[in-house]
């Protein structure tokens, strides 16, 4: 069955050299479908991807597009194995989402070996198109360094200018804060100082007492998942963000803000890369979205949508499925879609567009469900996303 | 070989014909070789050496539960401790896959004579609390140690050329290597259950003041059961580390520690094939259902459920029972 696949497509191909073009494509949407980032990423992905095959019109355009999904449970060796079955077994070309660090890393070393081409718009580090940037890989959405840039420069712009973090204390939590920090004060802010928070943390007052009394305008959150609800949920209780401090979230998403409630997290500063309510393309395509999910879309799933279109639009270009010609497509097409708008991808696998600096809304402001941001500032996509020559990527010499 | 038959079985259940058990166990040895040796023809080798990987984890971990009668809740950090030595010693250093797996082998071996010598003096549940705690220690070290790589932990690790000499890059090729590793690592945990030394440590599980009394030094008993099961728990993890080619903090997550658990009574503890087959189901369900998204963990802990109420004392445990061999 899966020799008889290829076979059929390279008959037919031969067949119908002179029309339009007869390509089998295979995405496989790899990420949490049980755990913490099944609602950030999970089935909503796969609807992304879903939806961008149909905007696409691949079926008219003679691509046959098939999407395959798996859970990977937010384990490295579990994406691992799964990713190589997909490229040995069922000839995958295209793995796209990937959240957790550990997981998307495993794959992008998997993909580079294989030679296949990766997507990720789930995770965040920016390593991956730092020192282990791979030609294979395109990361789509948003990174920690763009995050880190985006609330902290943005905010501190915006007159907030004096920080104290509250850091969870092991490497990922330290880089968040390094970064932000070299942001803040390159931009002339102050950082007043840190306090460093076990991981994973499950009692944050005697850190935000801290934090509240530094005087600080901005309280920087450097960290992730359970430990920033945490955190945020600990902070409306000391009444932080109504007394006049600002709470900045630097790895959170829309889907988080509807977990703890406006009451919870309203007045929280963060960065993101796509927002429903931005314009009316996003609004419609949004709808199209929740028609299906019951959800409005996180910016992983616009990341997904916008990345896989640009794959189908690059195999068109490139008249073939080959990863180095498709990759090569994708770095010469220009990017533009309905979503995430204009943009580029750098030779060191960065895909850069705009990114939004929000504020959480209060109860009394927001007008019903998922009516929860302000728009604060517009990061342009020169500024939004870490210089080339600043990553230590080997490819960009 | 009289000793091994005595062993084979158990003093208290009549076996007509005594020398049939060790044939028998030998003959499922052979069969499980001949299928492991045919199976990456027809199955997936990535998935085969998963199984292999944590078959010998949990057999090593059986050892010490099912033979020694120490229940410990603290293997990943042997596991995981081992993995991360092999990957960083392959990685780095430009080890090749024997002397970094003999290396990580080596990390657990030291690990788990300092945490057993101290965790031994305690008894049932303060013993796995002990052994919890210092497997929390390991994790907090490889969350923070540079080395680690943190959450992202050490990836890309190579597969260098076997004795310097070899390439075995290719899954298939060094899904011979895992093989020839963990099915001598099993057939050494069942030359042990079947030593004098074995017959001891069985006496010490049913009654240790009666062994006491006999005469053993029961400390130093339990403490090489320890060392013994926690050096295999490594070669698992050193193999496991560099399979995937990755290190990661999942191997000496808490969670770890309990899924050998988990392998172990699914299978069936005081049986000697239970752990292989504990292992490969709970294998099989992580990369089979991988595709029904959120119903994987649900369906896992079904067949857990069914799996405690129905087969008591593990699915090869149950069979054991049926033919009246113990397994």
Redesign the interface.
């Known amino acids: 069955m899966n020799i008889a696949k290829p076979m059929l497509a390279l008959v037919t191909g031969l067949l119908m050299t002179s029309s339009a073009l007869a390509i089998d494509i295979r995405i496989g949407v790899l990420n949490d ?2 755990g913490i980032y ?1 609602d950030l990423s ?2 909503g992905s796969v609807i992304a991807a879903r939806m961008a095959i149909e905007d696409f019109g691949a079926a008219d355009k003679g691509i046959n597009v098939e999407i ?6 937010n ?4 994406a ?3 990713a ?2 997909w490229y ?2 069922d000839n995958v070309d295209v793995i796209a989402d990937v959240p957790t ?2 997981a998307a ?2 794959v992008h ?1 998997i993909t580079r070996e294989k030679n296949r081409v990766f997507i990720v718009s789930g995770a965040a ?1 920016s ?1 991956l198109t730092g020192t ?1 940037c791979s030609p294979n890989t395109a990361h789509w959405t948003y990174d920690t360094w763009a995050l880190a840039n985006g609330t902290g420069s943005a905010m501190v712009q915006e007159g907030f200018d004096s920080w104290y973090f509250l850091t969870a ?4 939590g330290h880089a968040l804060e390094a970064d932000t920090s070299a942001v803040v004060e390159a931009s002339g802010g102050e950082v007043l100082g840190t306090v460093r928070h076990p ?1 994973p943390g499950q009692d944050f007052s005697s850190f935000l007492l801290q934090a509240q009394a530094s005087g600080a305008k901005v309280i920087g959150l450097a960290n992730a998942g359970g430990d920033t609800v945490n955190a945020i949920k600990q902070a409306s209780e000391f009444g932080i963000t109504q007394a006049g401090q600002a709470l900045a979230g630097l790895l959170i998403f829309i889907t988080d803000v509807d977990a703890l409630g406006l009451n919870d997290a309203q007045g929280l500063v963060l960065t993101e890369a796509f927002y429903w309510d931005l314009n009316d393309e996003t609004r419609e395509w949004s709808e199209r979205f929740e028609a299906q999910r019951g959800a409005k879309p996180t910016m992983v799933h616009a990341g997904v949508y916008s990345g896989v279109l640009h794959y189908l639009k690059a195999v068109e270009h490139a008249g073939s499925k080959d990863a180095e010609l498709v990759m090569a497509a994708m770095r010469e097409l220009p990017i533009e879609d309905p979503v995430m708008g204009g943009g580029e991808l750098r030779i060191d696998g960065r895909k850069t567009h705009d990114m939004y600096l929000f504020r959480v809304k209060s109860p009394d402001e927001s007008s019903g469900p998922w009516d929860y941001y302000e728009h604060l500032a517009t990061i342009p996509a020169e500024t939004a996303f870490r210089p080339l020559e600043d990553g230590g990527c080997e490819l960009v010499n | 070989m009289t000793d091994q038959t005595m062993s084979g079985a158990p003093v208290n259940e009549k076996t007509r014909q005594p020398l049939r058990v060790p044939v028998l166990h030998m003959g499922i040895f052979a069969a499980l070789l001949i299928f492991f040796l045919a199976a990456p023809f027809f199955l ?1 080798p ?2 085969l050496m ?1 199984v292999l990987c944590f078959a010998l984890f949990a057999c090593a971990f059986n050892l010490l539960l099912g033979y020694g009668g120490l229940l410990s809740f603290g293997h990943a950090a042997f596991f995981g401790g081992a993995s991360y030595i092999s990957a960083h010693a392959a990685k780095m250093w430009g080890f090749t896959p024997e002397l970094a797996v003999l290396l990580g082998t080596g990390a657990a071996a030291v690990l788990g004579l300092v945490i057993g010598s101290l965790a031994i003096r305690r008894q049932g549940i303060y013993f796995a609390m002990v052994t919890l705690a210092f497997a929390q220690m390991v994790f907090f070290f490889s ?2 140690a540079p080395f680690t ?5 050490i ?2 690790v190579p597969r260098n050329l076997l004795f310097g000499l070899f390439d075995i890059r290719h ?1 298939r090729a060094f899904y011979f290597f895992v093989l020839a590793i963990c099915f001598g690592g099993v057939l050494l945990i069942y030359r042990i259950i079947h030593s004098p030394f074995g017959q001891v440590l069985k006496a010490i599980r049913e009654n240790e003041q009666r062994s006491i009394s006999l005469g053993y030094q029961v400390n130093r008993y339990k403490l090489a059961v320890f060392v013994i099961s926690a050096t295999l728990a490594g070669t698992a993890g050193a193999t ?1 580390a560099l399979v ?3 290190a ?4 000496v997550h808490w969670t770890m520690s309990g899924e050998v658990v988990l392998m172990a009574l699914l299978g069936g503890i005081h049986t000697i094939f239970g752990p292989i087959a504990g292992a490969a189901l709970i294998v099989a369900m ?2 089979y259902f ?8 649900v369906l896992q802990g079904a067949i857990f459920v069914i799996a405690v109420l129905l087969f008591r004392e593990g699915i090869v445990g149950v069979i054991g029972k049926w033919l009246k061999k113990p397994l």
Do not use: C
């Not at chain 1, 384990?75 to 579990?78: A, E, F, L, N």
């Open positions: 479908r049980s099944a999970g089935e395959l999904s798996a859970d990977h449970q384990r490295p060796d579990v691992s194995t799964i190589r079955q040995d077994n660090s550990s890393i495993a070393e580090s390593d282990m204390d092991y490497a990922f991981f | 997936y990535v998935f998963k969350l923070q790589g943190g959450e992202d932990g990836q890309a899954d496991k995937f080619q990755l990661s903090l999942t191997d992580q990369n991988a595709g029904f998204g959120a119903w994987v963990t």
